[in-house]
């Protein structure tokens, strides 16, 4: 089993910054895929960004440039660096491992972009 928390979530101005931090709990195996999406009011959740077993990592180009993803093993944390925040980053964004029979996922953390 494969617990996932998120943490970091919150109210910023457009142009503002934010960390978001995913640590997991249970058997996590260094193979694993880590990823964060997001989910807006009235949407289907999205992929914004991946970090690979092999130390490979992709954000989604909506968000490139603007956003990093990075993880610490030791921690089994994954984390998503957010600057230049713009309000249709406005979402739920949801920590998630894929495995082979079954997805994990995290409670979600709110982020909310506004004047």
């Known amino acids: 089993q494969v617990q996932l928390v998120e943490s970091g979530g919150g109210s910023v101005q457009p142009g503002g910054s934010l960390r978001l931090s995913c640590t997991a709990s249970?058997?996590?195996?260094?193979?694993?895929?880590m990823a964060w999406y997001r989910q807006a009011p009235g949407k289907e959740r999205e992929l914004v960004a991946t970090f690979n077993g092999d130390g490979t990592s992709n954000v989604e180009d909506f968000v490139k440039g603007r956003f990093t993803i990075s993880r610490d093993n030791a921690k089994n944390t994954v984390y998503l660096q957010m600057n230049s925040l713009k309000p249709e980053d406005t979402a739920v964004y949801y920590c998630n491992i894929p495995r082979w029979d079954r997805q994990y996922w995290g409670q979600g953390t709110r982020v909310t972009v506004s004047q």
């Open positions: 249970g058997t996590i195996l260094s193979i694993d895929t």
